[in-house]
Each structure stands twice: as structure tokens, then as C-alpha cells.
């Protein structure tokens, strides 16, 4: 069985040193780091399960470390261990994104059972995957379950694969997903590259590596992340931001596989599966003139769109749900369900940050909520303030709305939400509370879903 590996970060190398001994012990692969700055390498380099994090450290402390991950690995879970055990500590943390908080001395026993929660889920029954590679693409919608449907016919594919959606409607989610259901790749590197984020000369050595003294500060040998990734999946993100030059290099990798590093001349073979992801549309980028025609449709062997959160408003209760129960898991926190004006609420927000805005909505929730229930309040005012005005929208002075058919669909609208919200999202309870079909509920949600948008233009 592979072992999951860790990566400790720490400035104090005894308390480094005595927590890599404890968890060798009990079978983890574990690494070390002495501050921010060398984890974000280790992670550039390797595949990590989890980084366990001291909170004060010299150049990047823990919590520009956690906000750091989040955005490059999102994969990757973030413990905080700290000496300064305060709540409001924790509560940061927590709302960066941390999946637990552990104070200084740890003890053992808190330690083991922190990692057997965060890793429990995920962690395969003997030597196989887990049962279901696609589990956290949680959705009802039709859209999404083609999406599903496409996804395991193509996961055993040697095939390149663009993936097209707008920022936070899961491209990186789905890139793992198909690389663990893979049966040839699954237990290989599994390597992202955020090619935005990067200049052109550094993301060049990124991808392809340099050897020592190809430019200024290259002082020694450095393996891209091709040769990182080889046997296993690489995610380019952001691939539109691709330069020209670079275009040519990475037409040549899918073409023939093979590659030089920058400054060397000998051709390196690799075998690397590819994903592209984007969230502009790249054929007009062809049709524009900034992307290569050739490699759009070397690219483009299989593509797939990933709807954005407000063209499947009908997954919202099951979505929310879904990250309340994982939240409430990784917190500790024990809350019963969401409100029915909370939901209201969810609802009718746009979401314009799409699936991650809805989970960073909810964790935030749960951080702060008083009751068992995820109450209005729990959620950021510029939520609250969207589901006031569409509850005012559709009525006039005299209370009545604008059209016959309006005045016959918003009071459908919300008995139907009101359903929704009551069951928790279960579909098929809620139809049952309204007396019609699940089939009739299903095609009322779409409706539903086209209604909600063309209110809110």
C-alpha cells in the first residue's frame, strides 16, 4: 500500500526533528521543511497528503503558508500547530482554511486522531483505489451527470483533455478525479502547475527544468515538472496564458513526448498524461490570433465543460450539505442542518465564485454559527443583501407582480425551495412532501434555475 506522505514545517528543528520520528514510527512518509519558503518547493516537487504547519515562523509564516496552498494545492490539507493556542488564532486558521489546529506540546494521541480523521476518508481498502474516484462531484443536475457519465469513459484514456469552466467550478477537482481513476496513473505523481501565475522564462523552467548555469541563478540542475510528473498526470491550468514560444514547446511534448530542459541539449522522453484547464474559451482565442490552431487541437481531444454554479442552482442544497457535514467534521463543530431562510438565501445568490465560493461560504458558516442550525447571519452581508432584493423583486406596491405568470411561478417557486430546504436537499423526499413525481420535481428545478438567472439580469 502506498503511504501517505506528510510534510512538517517548522523553524524549531528539535520539535521538527521529534514529530518526524513520531509519525516515521507509525508508517507515514514524512518530510521536512524549516519554513514556508522551503515547503513551497518540497510541494512544487512532490505530491503531499497533508503539511502540518508551525503558525510563527521567519519569511513566510503559517498562515501565508495555508493561504498559499489553498490556492495552488487545494488537494492538500493544512494542519496549524502553534504555541499561541488562542481561539482567535484558530478561528483565522480555520477561515483560511485549515482543517485542524493543534497546540504546542502535541500530544500524541490528539495528533493520531487529527490525521485518522483527515485521512480516514480517503485512504484505500488494501491495495486498491477508492470505490469511487468521482464521489466529490456532487450534483443532480443533468449537466452534471453527463459530466460524470463522459469522465469515467475517458479516465482510462491515454487522451489529452481540456477542461473549460469558469474560476472555482472544479476544474483541479475533476483533473484528480481522472487521475485516480486511471488504473495506469493512479499511483504515479499527480502535478499541477498554475501557469498564470508565473512569468514566461520561470514557467518554462518550471515545465521543462534547467541545467546549471543555463541563466543567471541557476545554480544547479533542476527537473521540470514533466519529468516530475512522468508515469502519472499533469494539470496545466491557466494554459491560455501560454506565450507563443511556449505553445511551440508544448505542441512538441504532446506530439512526439520528448523535451529539453532549458539550456541542455539532449531530448528527455517522458510518459505524462496531460489536462488543460481554462477559463476562457480557447477556440476564440484561436480565432483571435494568440493560440496556435495546431495545438488547440492537439489539446481539444477531448474537452469538457463544467457548468458554472448558477446554470445548476437546483445542486445548491445538495452542495451545501454536503460541505456543511465536511465542515462540521473537520472543525469538530456539531451543527444540524441549514435553515430555511438561510437556504432562501443560498438560493437566490448568483455565486459568480461558483462551487469554491459555496464552500468557502459554508466553512465560514459553520466557523461562526451559534445555533445547530446555519442561520442568515452566519453568512457574508453581501449574500444576505442579494437574497433581501430578490425576496422584494417580484411584488408590487400593491402585491401583486408584474405578470400572470409571474404571480402563478414565484409562489411555486418558493413552496418549492421551502420543500427543498426542509428536506435537505433530498430530492426525493421533497417531492413527496409535494405530492408530485421526483421526475416533476427535477424539470421544475431547471425551470427553476433559467428563472432565478433572468431575474437576476
Not at 28 to 47: C, F, I, N, Q, T
Not at 113 to 121: D, G, V
Not at 251 to 256: A, I, K
Not at 322 to 332: D, M, P, Q
Request: hydrophobic residues 40%; aromatic residues 4%; contains cysteine.
Amino acid at each position: 500500500m502506498q503511504r501517505e506522505r506528510l510534510l512538517i514545517v517548522d523553524d524549531d528543528p528539535l520539535i521538527r526533528g521529534s514529530l518526524y520520528e513520531l509519525l516515521q514510527g507509525k508508517g507515514y512518509d514524512v518530510e521536512m521543511a524549516s519554513d514556508g519558503l522551503e515547503a513551497l518547493d518540497h510541494l512544487s516537487r512532490k505530491p503531499f497528503r497533508a503539511v502540518l504547519a508551525d503558525l510563527r515562523m521567519p519569511h513566510v509564516d503559517g498562515l501565508r503558508l495555508l493561504a498559499t496552498v489553498k490556492a495552488k494545492h487545494p488537494l492538500v490539507a493544512v494542519v496549524i500547530i502553534t504555541g499561541f493556542g488562542t481561539v482567535d488564532v484558530a478561528v483565522e486558521a480555520m477561515r483560511h482554511g485549515a482543517v485542524d489546529f493543534l497546540t504546542k506540546p502535541v500530544q500524541p494521541g490528539e495528533l493520531d486522531e487529527t490525521l485518522r480523521r483527515l485521512l480516514e476518508p480517503i485512504r484505500p481498502v488494501g491495495e486498491g483505489p477508492p470505490s469511487d474516484p468521482f464521489r466529490e462531484l456532487i450534483g443532480e443536475h443533468p449537466s452534471v451527470k453527463r459530466l460524470c457519465e463522459t469522465l469515467r469513459m475517458v479516465a482510462a484514456s491515454p487522451a489529452t483533455i481540456l477542461l473549460e469552466g469558469e474560476s472555482g467550478t472544479g476544474k483541479r477537482v475533476v483533473a484528480h478525479a481522472l487521475h485516480q481513476a486511471d488504473p495506469k496513473r493512479r499511483g504515479e505523481p499527480f502535478v499541477e502547475v498554475s501557469c498564470g501565475a508565473l512569468p514566461e522564462t520561470l514557467l518554462e523552467s518550471e515545465l521543462f527544468g534547467h541545467v546549471r548555469g543555463a541563466f543567471t541563478g541557476a545554480v544547479r540542475d533542476k527537473q521540470g515538472r514533466f519529468e516530475l510528473a512522468d508515469g502519472g498526470t499533469l494539470l496545466l491550468d491557466e494554459i491560455d496564458t501560454f506565450s507563443p514560444h511556449l505553445q511551440v514547446k508544448l505542441l512538441r511534448v504532446l506530439q512526439e513526448r520528448t523535451f529539453e530542459r532549458v539550456g541542455d541539449g539532449r531530448s528527455l522522453k517522458v510518459d505524462v498524461r496531460v489536462i488543460a484547464a481554462t477559463n476562457r474559451h480557447l477556440h476564440e482565442l484561436v480565432r483571435q490570433g494568440t493560440f496556435r490552431e495546431d495545438l488547440y487541437y492537439r489539446l481539444n481531444v477531448i474537452a469538457l465543460r463544467l457548468p458554472p454554479l448558477r446554470e445548476r442552482a437546483s445542486d445548491i442544497p445538495l452542495l451545501a450539505d454536503y460541505f456543511l457535514r465536511r465542515a462540521c467534521a473537520e472543525s469538530g463543530k456539531v451543527i444540524a442542518g441549514i435553515s430555511e431562510e438561510t437556504m432562501r438565501v443560498l438560493l437566490a445568490y448568483a455565486w459568480p465564485g461558483n462551487v469554491r465560493e459555496l464552500e468557502n461560504t459554508i466553512q465560514r458558516a459553520v466557523i461562526l454559527a451559534q445555533r445547530r442550525l446555519i442561520m442568515p447571519q452566519d453568512l457574508p452581508e453581501s449574500h444576505r443583501a442579494v437574497g433581501n432584493r430578490q425576496a422584494d423583486t417580484p411584488t408590487t406596491s400593491n402585491g401583486s407582480t408584474g405578470s400572470l405568470k409571474e404571480a402563478i411561478r414565484v409562489p411555486e417557486r418558493d413552496i418549492i425551495l421551502q420543500a427543498l430546504a426542509q428536506a435537505q436537499g433530498n430530492r426525493s423526499l421533497a417531492a413527496k412532501r409535494l405530492g408530485i413525481h421526483r421526475a416533476t420535481l427535477y424539470r421544475k428545478l431547471r425551470q427553476l434555475a433559467l428563472e432565478t438567472e433572468s431575474v437576476r439580469r
